[in-house]
T-cell receptor
């Protein structure tokens, strides 16, 4: 079935370590997105990519990095520079003319 | 991007219609109105979107005012499974701007459907 797969669902890391969250889609969508959600809050855009090998910062890009080497994949690295990395991370993809589809998210806890 | 305003919460009785309002008074001509919902701890689910005309699908109806400054999402027969946070978003269409598809989520409306 087509869709977006985020892995892992739960992730624990020690403070100061970088961690990479995976996002893969087989929908042949051009654009992919990463959002962060804190408890009781809406989604905030971290990075987005409209085409392979290109991406733009969203509203809260500091402390995060991404790559888009393949159309299907848009991994997010949470670096040690991110001061409050514990959050729910959501990946999405879309075509140029239609709605975005979301993955089921990765819940990152930094201890 | 245009911003949206939604009530923070609303209750609805099971089996009744739920009407969710959204104000987007600064919407631009090339911006669509999208609705998503998020059930607790899951990824948001697309519901419906429109530009000018009213839209209907198997999940809901979207009514957009003639001046496009507000819209209403209608869930015709609410069920307990419709309990979720509902987000109204405006986003530019493709081909018109380099920020196409950039979805800005607000706090949304927490809808609770009661038996």
């Amino acid at each position: 079935d087509g869709g977006i797969t985020q892995s892992p669902k739960y992730l624990f890391r020690k403070e100061g370590q970088n961690v990479t969250l995976s996002c893969e889609q087989n929908l042949n969508h051009d654009a992919m997105y990463w959002y962060r959600q804190d408890p009781g809050q809406g989604l905030r855009l971290i990075y987005y990519s409209q085409i392979v090998n290109d991406f733009q910062k969203g509203d809260i890009a500091e402390g995060y990095s991404v790559s888009r080497e393949k159309k299907e994949s848009f991994p997010l690295t949470v670096t040690s520079a991110q001061k409050n990395p514990t959050a729910f991370y959501l990946c999405a993809s879309s075509t140029r003319t239609a709605e975005a589809f979301f993955g089921q998210g990765t819940r990152l806890t930094v201890v | 991007d245009a911003k949206t305003t939604q009530p923070p919460s609303m209750d609805c009785a099971e089996g009744r219609a739920a009407n969710l309002p959204c104000n987007h008074s600064t919407i631009s001509g090339n911006e669509y109105v999208y609705w998503y919902r998020q059930i607790h701890s899951q990824g948001p689910q697309y519901i419906i979107h429109g530009l000018k005309n009213n839209e209907t699908n198997e999940m809901a109806s979207l009514i957009i005012t003639e001046d496009r400054k507000s819209s209403t999402l209608i869930l015709p027969h609410a069920t307990l499974r419709d309990t979720a946070v509902y987000y109204c978003i405006v986003s530019p269409g493709a081909m018109t701007t380099d920020s196409w598809g950039k979805f800005q989520f607000g706090a949304g409306t927490q809808v609770v459907v009661t038996p």
